[in-house]
C-alpha cells in the first residue's frame, strides 16, 4: 500500500461541474500539498495546508488531521483546468507524492 | 529569477553510457531536490540537500545515482552505466525554509530516453 493513495485516478467532467479528488495518507506529516502537473511535465505548487481549509479563486483545499485525509475541491469547473492533480505529503524534507489524479474537463 | 532551471531539457543515451543532468534553483532557495517520474505515476524521491549538505538519500538512489551540491547552488545528478529503467524525467525543486515557508518550486524537469 502506498503511502499517499488518491482517488479517483482518472475523473471526466462537464464544464461547470463540481469536482472533488480525495488524498489519504498513512505517514506521519507536517504538511500537505496539492500540485498541478501539466502535459510536458511542469509541476505548479497549489495549496500547502497543515491544517482546515484553504481557498484560491476556484479552488479549495480542505484537510483532516485526524483522518489523514485531504480533499481538493474545484468550482464551476473549466476545460482550462484540466491536468493531472497530485497531493504530497511532506516530512520534515522530501515530500511523498500520491500517483496523481488525471482530470479531463469537457466543455 | 527565473525559476528552477533544468538541463538539458531531454537526454537520449545509449545503454551502458553515463549521464549528468544539471539544476539551477531559485538563488535564495536553500534546499534542493531531485525527484524521478516514470510515465503515469507520481514523482518519486530520491535525494534532497540543505546547502551543501546531502541530508537524505532514498534506497532508490543505488550506487550508480550521485547527486552533488557543491558550493549550495547547483546540483548535478550523475547517473553511470544506465539502464533502460533509468529512462524517466528527472525533476529538480528548490525551497527555502529558513522563513517557515516550505513552497517548492519545481523544474521543468529532464527527460532521459536510455535507449
Known amino acids: 500500500k502506498n503511502e499517499v493513495e488518491q482517488s479517483p485516478q482518472n475523473l471526466t467532467a462537464q464544464e461547470g461541474e463540481f469536482i472533488t479528488i480525495n488524498c489519504s495518507y498513512s505517514v506521519g506529516i507536517s504538511a500537505l500539498h496539492w500540485l498541478q502537473q501539466h502535459p510536458g511535465g511542469g509541476i505548479v505548487s497549489l495549496f500547502m495546508?497543515?491544517?482546515g481549509k484553504k481557498k484560491h479563486g476556484r479552488l479549495i483545499a480542505t484537510i483532516n488531521i485526524q483522518e489523514k485525509h485531504s480533499s481538493l475541491h474545484i468550482t464551476a469547473s473549466h476545460p482550462r483546468d484540466s491536468a493531472v492533480y497530485i497531493c504530497?505529503?511532506?516530512?520534515?524534507?522530501?515530500?511523498?507524492f500520491g500517483q496523481g489524479t488525471t482530470l479531463q474537463v469537457k466543455p | 529569477d527565473t525559476g528552477v532551471s533544468q538541463d538539458p531539457r531531454h537526454k537520449i543515451t545509449k545503454r551502458g553510457q553515463n549521464v549528468t543532468f544539471r539544476c539551477d534553483p531559485i538563488s535564495e532557495h536553500n534546499r534542493l531536490y531531485w525527484y524521478r517520474q516514470t510515465l503515469g505515476q507520481g514523482p518519486e524521491f530520491l535525494t534532497y540537500?540543505?546547502?551543501?549538505?546531502?541530508?537524505?538519500k532514498s534506497r532508490l538512489l543505488s550506487d550508480r545515482f550521485s547527486a552533488e551540491r557543491p558550493k549550495g547552488s547547483f546540483s548535478t545528478l550523475e547517473i553511470q552505466r544506465t539502464e533502460q529503467g533509468d529512462s524517466a524525467m528527472y525533476l529538480c525543486a528548490s525551497s527555502d525554509t529558513r522563513q517557515g515557508n516550505y513552497g517548492y518550486t519545481f523544474g521543468s524537469g529532464t527527460r532521459l530516453t536510455v535507449v
Open positions: 504530497a505529503a511532506r516530512d520534515t524534507g522530501k515530500l511523498i
Open positions: 495546508l497543515s491544517s
Open positions: 540537500f540543505q546547502n551543501e549538505a546531502q541530508l537524505e
